[in-house]
């Protein structure tokens, strides 16, 4: 099968490379590097297998261009920085909204009629029951990342509905593993190699989230496409438990060995506008489809920590 | 109070606006009569109580322009044709979401903290229990019309969340009466006016709506917005019950005196691909605050049909 992987040389992304690689694949990716890197990819580019399209989505003709030939779509691109919607307003409508549209559209136009993609529990907004069923309505983002992800889901059903495109759509916990290139570990991380004395947190660090290993996301995706055949298929993807951030920061204060750092909190219930300081997705459809996380939320952060601070290269 | 609508000069803002008068707001209007009518409120612009702005909501800093000193948006402008989605696939994404986009954004730089918005009982997708009420989900759409309806309440939503903006966001079951300037009734007036020996309708005519007059639409609006103040409001606005196309059909054959009209079916459950055959909004938590709806949906369509008779004005 000819897979196009948008986002492939990101975090998620180059994971899930490594599986449609290990399945006989032919893999295409499009990716502009804006937070993906060469490097994850590098050697199956070099093996050839992997062809990789350095474009950006919002130009809806080299989407076209590297839709050709195309039997199924991954796409995974977006703006992975959530709280840069607060800054700069137009990024997650361009990089996630027109670039989902740009996909779509490319797709009705080279006949290709499948799609996964990447939307993500944050959509759910704030408020909804913990954990949280894939029924529950209404649903209000309340970062522009989230109203993105929401557009985007919205413009694939309606590609469903109207061009006859077969969809699957998995709303993501944390996910987090090697390979990490964002988010509250990876910063965290990077802060106390700059000041290995003290961890700035954003929030009061009670902020409790779930988290995913991402080689367990990437196998559930794969396995979902593979056992569920509706028009429009949707699924939460998480672990069954949660973490607070307060954790998070005594386990990457530990394992680094900064254990001397103290750890300092700027207060408020949330890291930023638009953060959502409570969220754990409901996993039974997860599950009744035959995927069983073995990761636990703090495995899966432990696991993540150590993982990156080898990438990274702390000094010891 | 200074308010903004845009699509003022269209079926539903005009309405909205008469009220406006009433209650003595000072009134701008963007519009860019891609759909508006300039006759339905040329007398208010003569008679200085509304300021016409003829600008595209795709244009952000024209958007900007006429934001400035507002106090409330009423964000009514949308492509009108829900079947245009089909051929000219970027038009409900451009003057949908992105002109969405852009209104939020002029409100976030101009300080304008209040505003409603029509979204549509479309964002319910296909296979929602009748009647659906507000909390159903998940909200696909099968409609590009309703996926930008959809990205709007996100994006909305966000900002609420995000840059502290008060929402009330209001789904429409199909609004009807005098002025109007498309849907099925207005379509059937036309059809009969061209021939009327026959009416074509879309579909086997089973398909089966619920339909509210626009003044108790527009009043409904205002109404809500006056008894509801938390930072996002949705409501549904609806009448309790359905009518079919078919029963439409008769009406306007009855109503127009065609009465030897054959009324011939293209066939097929629906009239276009992404048209939802069935809808019906609960409408509890609009009668909660206090609204009901007099007029059902057939006692709608009839005064519409005749309203709309007189408008376009059929040869007797």
Same mark, same amino acid.
């Given at each position: 099968?000819?897979?196009?992987?948008?986002?492939?040389?990101?975090?998620?992304?180059?994971?899930?490379?490594?599986?449609?690689?290990?399945?006989?694949?032919?893999? +295409?990716?499009?990716?502009?590097?804006?937070?993906?890197?060469?490097?994850?990819?590098?050697? &199956?580019?070099?093996? #050839?297998?992997?062809?990789?399209? &350095?474009?950006?989505?919002?130009?809806?003709?080299?989407?076209?261009?590297?839709?050709?030939?195309?039997?199924?779509? !991954? +796409?995974?691109?977006?703006?992975?920085?959530?709280?840069?919607?607060?800054?700069?307003?137009?990024?997650? @409508?361009?990089?996630?909204?027109?670039?989902?549209?740009?996909?779509?559209?490319?797709?009705? @136009?080279? #006949?290709?009629?499948?799609?996964? !993609?990447?939307?993500?529990?944050?959509?759910?907004?704030?408020?909804?029951?913990?954990?949280?069923?894939? &029924?529950?309505?209404?649903?209000?983002?309340?970062?522009?990342?989230?109203?993105?992800?929401?557009?985007?889901? #919205?413009?694939?059903?309606? %590609?469903?509905?109207?061009?006859?495109?077969?969809? %699957?759509?998995?709303?993501? /916990?944390?996910?987090?593993?090697?390979?990490?290139?964002? #988010?509250?570990?990876?910063?965290?991380?990077?802060? @106390?190699?700059?000041?290995?004395?003290? @961890?700035?947190?954003?929030?009061?660090?009670?902020?409790?989230?779930?988290?995913?290993?991402?080689?367990?996301?990437?196998?559930?995706?794969? +396995?979902?496409?593979?056992?569920?055949?509706?028009?429009? &298929?949707?699924?939460?993807?998480?672990?069954?438990?949660?973490?607070?951030?307060?954790?998070?920061?005594?386990?990457?204060?530990?394992?680094?060995?900064?254990?001397?750092?103290?750890?300092?909190?700027?207060?408020?219930?949330?890291? %930023? /506008?638009?953060?959502?300081?409570?969220?754990?997705? /409901?996993?039974?459809?997860?599950?009744?489809?035959?995927?069983?996380?073995?990761?636990?939320?703090?495995?899966?952060?432990? +696991?993540?920590?150590?993982?990156?601070?080898?990438?990274?290269?702390?000094?010891?």
């Amino acid at each position: 099968m000819r897979v196009l992987v948008t986002g492939g040389a990101g975090f998620i992304g180059s994971h899930l490379i490594d599986r449609l690689i290990e399945r006989g694949d032919e893999v +295409h990716v499009a990716d502009n590097l804006s937070s993906g890197r060469i490097e994850f990819i590098a050697d &199956n580019i070099e093996s #050839g297998a992997v062809i990789h399209h &350095n474009i950006d989505l919002c130009d809806l003709s080299a989407t076209i261009d590297c839709m050709k030939g195309i039997d199924f779509v !991954f +796409h995974l691109a977006a703006n992975a920085d959530i709280r840069l919607g607060i800054a700069i307003t137009d990024t997650d @409508l361009k990089h996630g909204t027109i670039a989902t549209y740009n996909v779509l559209e490319a797709m009705r @136009l080279c #006949g290709v009629k499948r799609i996964a !993609f990447s939307s993500s529990s944050v959509v759910y907004g704030e408020g909804a029951p913990m954990p949280t069923p894939e &029924n529950y309505g209404p649903t209000i983002p309340i970062s522009l990342y989230g109203a993105a992800k929401l557009a985007a889901e #919205g413009l694939i059903g309606s %590609w469903v509905g109207t061009f006859g495109l077969q969809a %699957w759509v998995f709303r993501f /916990a944390n996910i987090i593993g090697e390979r990490g290139t964002h #988010g509250v570990i990876f910063d965290f991380i990077h802060k @106390l190699i700059a000041d290995p004395s003290r @961890l700035e947190v954003l929030g009061n660090g009670l902020q409790e989230k779930s988290y995913m290993e991402v080689k367990e996301c990437v196998d559930s995706i794969l +396995h979902v496409i593979e056992v569920t055949n509706e028009p429009f &298929n949707l699924c939460n993807l998480g672990s069954d438990d949660t973490i607070s951030v307060r954790r998070i920061a005594e386990i990457v204060v530990a394992e680094t060995g900064c254990t001397d750092a103290s750890i300092e909190y700027t207060g408020g219930d949330r890291g %930023w /506008a638009g953060d959502i300081p409570r969220a754990m997705l /409901a996993i039974d459809r997860l599950r009744g489809l035959g995927c069983v996380p073995t990761y636990n939320s703090e495995d899966a952060v432990r +696991h993540t920590v150590r993982a990156l601070i080898e990438e990274i290269g702390m000094e010891e």
